[in-house]
């Protein structure tokens, strides 16, 4: 199964896949760019804080989900992108946020749950830390990546996995 | 504010400097940092430095290839570009040609040189005077050596060296003895009738040679020294016309801990009126400079900065008005060979020379990522 048929068979995101960046927001899409623009190897997005909104309007819902091809692999991998505010206080939000998708995707998520994945934070606005910040290490060790403003996704994994 | 344009000059394509009261410079090695600092200092004391390097018996026949390899060290000569290398100094290009050809008037120096090489200056415990090195060594490296030399014979006859009350304020005699002498004094001994610094318990008998001394101790004194240097023991704030300080890579073979000691040393010099240019690969001194910006920004107290240091209240006024001086940052990138202004340091920077710090932050965001990989696709 791939992105886009995982994303069909998740309760509440059926309809909501759509091609390319396309789910992002436009103040969102500049925290996200693909290193390879040229091909189709994004496999679509999903918003998913919105498609999630009635049915938890009150969790920490995460913003979205990007699958995407790499060259050196032959599974799909997902890119879970957050753009929540950076600063020190909100790293207690952002913890937040992981544990309710960590969550979500033992339940409702677990077919999205079988691809590797990166959770992303690439945040809007001013950031108070800096990337080698222990504050970023502490995220790092609960599986948090903080990119930055802007995560690139690149063209070839760190990791090349061939079945 | 001083600028240096620089062109074509050894690895350098482009570099448009303009100095802050502390100006930082960063990138990977052999990128241009030392070229330029060296060449600021030619800039500033084009007259001292031909008459210093005469008066040692260095002869370059008006020959800009023998001056350069004089003056940066041997081989150096390659880093001139004919008619492509061009210098401005405060908007006035100099013509290098001239200033090799030319004996310029003699005038007192205005930038004190202390060298990556400092390590160098020191041998068997003693400074080495200008004359001990190689006609091909660089003149940074051996106006430094003959700096401490005249320094530790004429100011420190048969004396402790540190703590030595006269030098400096209590407060960084107190850090240094934490973080980097412990529970040793500097001081000059005799053995028959040569004499030599050691590091002393205060016990008869009981002196650590120069050879016996850790890397890092080897790495710090002549950079005490050259602190030494700059603040004479008497009510003046500067010694004699020294406007100027250029430091290298301030943090070699130091923990983090006197590393900051440092910082705070550079930042007496800023107090004292001195402008300062540092290189470093240290993320620590942009930790420092980053924290430094946006308190200032922000109009935080100077307590604030005195505790990123973990610096004691006595030196508030220290923090005051250091918080008052403006700071520029450069990283000098390899592949294009220019030095690019980096000085917002901005982690969210979209430029990833700024957000990564030229580099020096690098590593950790990538060891920080694949960490974060392996968190989240772990079966525990």
């Known amino acids: ?23 992002l927001r436009r103040e969102d899409k500049p925290h996200v760019k ?20 009635a049915q938890d309007p009150h969790g920490n819902r995460w913003d979205f989900a990007i699958g995407y091809q790499h060259t050196n692999r032959s599974d799909e991998f997902i ?33 999205l749950a079988k691809f590797d994945k990166l959770y992303v934070w690439a945040p809007s606005g001013a950031t108070s830390f800096t990337k080698g910040a222990t504050q970023v290490k502490i995220l790092a060790t609960k599986g948090l990546h903080y990119s930055g403003s802007v995560f690139k996704i690149p063209k070839k994994h760190a990791i090349a996995k061939r079945n | ?37 060296q060449l600021l200092k030619l800039m500033v004391d084009a007259g001292q430095v031909q008459e210093e390097m005469s008066r040692y018996g260095l002869d370059w026949s008006g020959s800009l290839p023998d001056f350069m390899d004089a003056y940066f060290g041997e081989g150096m000569h390659s880093i001139w570009n004919g008619e492509k290398s061009r210098v401005h100094w405060d908007d006035e290009l100099m013509n290098l040609q001239q200033i090799a050809k030319r004996k310029r008037k003699p005038k007192a120096e205005n930038l004190f040189f202390i060298p990556a090489q400092r390590v160098l200056a020191l041998r068997d415990g003693w400074p080495r005077p200008f004359t ?16 401490l030399r005249g320094l530790v014979e004429k100011e420190f006859s048969g004396e402790s060296l540190f703590p030595q009350e006269r030098r400096l304020k209590k407060a960084f005699r107190d850090l240094l003895e934490r973080d980097v002498f412990s529970k040793y004094a500097l001081k000059v001994d005799k053995v028959r009738s040569q004499k030599r610094l050691v590091l002393g318990t205060g016990q008869e008998g009981e002196n650590l040679p120069y050879m016996v001394w850790s890397a890092g101790q080897r790495e710090f004194v002549p950079l005490l020294l050259g602190f030494y240097w700059l603040m004479p023991p008497t009510k003046v704030s500067r ?29 007496e010099l800023l107090e004292r009126g001195y402008r300062v240019c540092l290189s470093t690969h240290s993320s ?20 604030e900065l005195l505790d990123v240091f973990e610096a004691p209240k006595s030196m508030y006024a220290l923090a005051e008005t250091v918080m008052t001086k403006t700071q520029k940052v450069y990283y000098f990138e390899r592949s294009k060979g220019v030095a690019k202004d980096i000085t917002d340091l901005d982690p969210n920077s979209k430029e990833k020379s700024e957000s990564g710090w030229g580099g020096l932050s690098e590593f950790s965001g990538r060891a920080n990522e694949a960490v974060a990989r392996a968190v989240a696709n772990s079966n525990k």
């Open chain 2, 132 to 147: 001990d090195y190689t006609p091909g060594d660089p003149f940074a490296v051996r106006e430094f050596s003959e700096k």
């Open chain 2, 239 to 267: 010694r004699g016309e020294i406007e100027w300080v250029v430091l290298e890579e301030l943090e070699m073979g130091l923990h983090p801990r006197a590393i900051s000691v440092v910082l705070l040393l550079v930042f």
């Open chain 1, 1 to 23: 199964m791939g992105f886009k048929e995982a994303v069909e068979a998740t309760p509440n995101l059926q309809g909501k896949w759509i091609a390319g960046l396309g789910a």
């Open chain 2, 284 to 303: 620590q001194v942009l930790d420092a400079l980053w924290a430094l910006k946006h308190l200032r920004e922000n109009g935080a107290s100077p307590n």
């Open chain 1, 34 to 53: 693909p290193e390879d623009t040229t091909t189709t190897r994004l496999r679509g997005s999903v918003y998913i804080d919105r498609a999630l909104q």
């Open chain 2, 1 to 37: 504010m001083p600028t240096l344009r620089i062109e074509n000059l050894g690895q350098i394509r482009e570099a448009n400097l303009d100095f802050g009261d502390l100006t930082v410079l960063v990138g990977p090695q052999a990128t241009g940092k030392s070229i330029a600092l």
């Open chain 1, 79 to 111: 890119y879970w992108v957050e753009t929540h505010t950076g600063s020190d206080s909100q790293i207690s939000v952002m913890l937040r946020k992981l544990d309710w998708l960590k969550a979500w995707l033992k339940g409702d998520g677990k077919e």
